[in-house]
Antibody, heavy 124, light 107 residues
């Protein structure tokens, strides 16, 4: 069965970096895209970015310009998101999610599997 | 970026009620609209994609409609396990923006 298993909680100081992993299994790794979504305490869902697991290309929300990097290791079917220059507002649960595009009409693109989430706390 | 606006932000309802949540996109997104359910401490779960297609395993009391800019999620005969927060999301383009969420609480 499809699984996305994320790394454990992190506590970081302002200005530091954090790297969250998302280990996938149960499907052909390079056939899908992985997105990262975060959720600050008591807040809604915020899209962070996407990585094409085949090409390795990434796209991310403008507000993370220069601070986020997403990579993948095809040998272990693992995706990584690294966020640098952390500030208190980055405190959130970070989720990885697999996106699938359906082939039947109407065509849809949806996040069908999610990781369990990784709490990143930024505090001095 | 496409902005997604949900309403209401919260509602109180009783078991057995019919509940309707609306979502409006700032530009046409065709039918690239998804609905997710999230319970406290859990990852979101896909309910409906392509505006009206029920994800496998989701109860038929959930339904979606709309296209272009205006969309609706309806829950017929609300069940105890349906009390949660619901998000719409557009998958027409990146960034994949979400609505701000609608919390469905017990009356």
């Amino acid at each position: 069965q499809v699984q996305l298993v994320q790394s454990g909680a992190e506590v970081k100081k302002p200005g530091a970096s954090v790297k969250v992993s998302c280990k996938t299994s149960g499907y052909t790794f390079t056939s899908y895209y992985i997105h990262w979504v975060r959720q600050a305490p008591g807040q809604g869902l915020e899209w962070v970015g996407i990585i094409n697991l085949s090409a390795g290309s990434i796209n991310f929300a403008q507000e993370f310009q220069g601070r986020v990097m997403m990579t993948r290791d095809t040998s272990t079917s693992t995706v990584y998101m690294e966020l640098s220059s952390l500030r208190s507002e980055d405190t959130a649960v970070y989720y990885c999610a697999r996106e699938v595009q359906t082939t039947m009409i109407p065509v849809g693109r949806l996040f069908d599997y999610w990781g369990q989430g990784t709490l990143v706390t930024v505090s001095s | 970026d496409i902005q997604m606006t949900q309403s209401p932000s919260s509602l109180s309802a009783s078991v057995g009620d019919r509940v309707t949540i609306t979502c409006r996109a700032s530009q046409s997104i065709s039918s690239y609209l998804n609905w997710y359910q999230q319970k406290p401490g859990k990852a979101p779960k896909i309910l409906i994609y392509a505006a009206s297609t029920l994800q496998s395993g989701v109860p038929s009391r959930f339904s979606g409609s709309g296209s272009g800019t205006d969309f609706t999620l309806t829950i017929n005969s609300l069940q105890p396990e349906d009390f949660a927060t619901y998000y719409c999301q557009q998958s027409y383009s990146t960034p994949r923006t979400f609505g701000q969420g609608t919390k469905v609480e017990i009356k």
